[in-house]
Nanobody, 126 residues
């Protein structure tokens, strides 16, 4: 059974930084791609960043490009999201997602991912 466990959320001031982690369990699972999504109250879940597990090609939402960095540690099967220059509008529950067969054109679509973490709250104060 595949499980994704997130950690690292919390409270930060505007301009500050947080680092999220997402660890995958499940011995035989090899992700093709992983992503970070977020959902603020009253809003749909939105794409933040994604990464191809092999090769490391990344993609970002325009709202976070230049401020957030997605990375992975293949040996630890862990995904990271380094969030710098945080803004109050970054406040949301952040989710990691993984899939073993997702195609490139679907990597920003949350419905295309089979596995999800439980979410971690990020709150940015002004």
């Amino acid at each position: 059974q595949v499980q994704l466990v997130e950690s690292g959320g919390g409270l930060a001031q505007a301009g500050g930084s947080l680092r999220l982690s997402c660890t995958i369990s499940g011995r035989t699972f090899r992700p093709r791609a992983m992503g970070w999504f977020r959902q603020a109250p009253g809003h749909d879940r939105e794409f933040v960043a994604n990464i191809r597990w092999n090769g490391g090609h990344t993609g970002y939402a325009e709202s976070v490009r230049g401020r957030f960095t997605i990375s992975r540690d293949s040996a630890k099967t862990t995904l990271y999201l380094q969030m710098d220059s945080l803004k109050p509008e970054d406040t949301a529950v952040y989710y990691c997602a993984a899939d073993s067969s997702i195609i490139t054109s679907e990597m920003r679509n949350p419905d295309a991912y089979d596995y999800w973490g439980q979410g971690t709250q990020v709150t940015v104060s002004s």
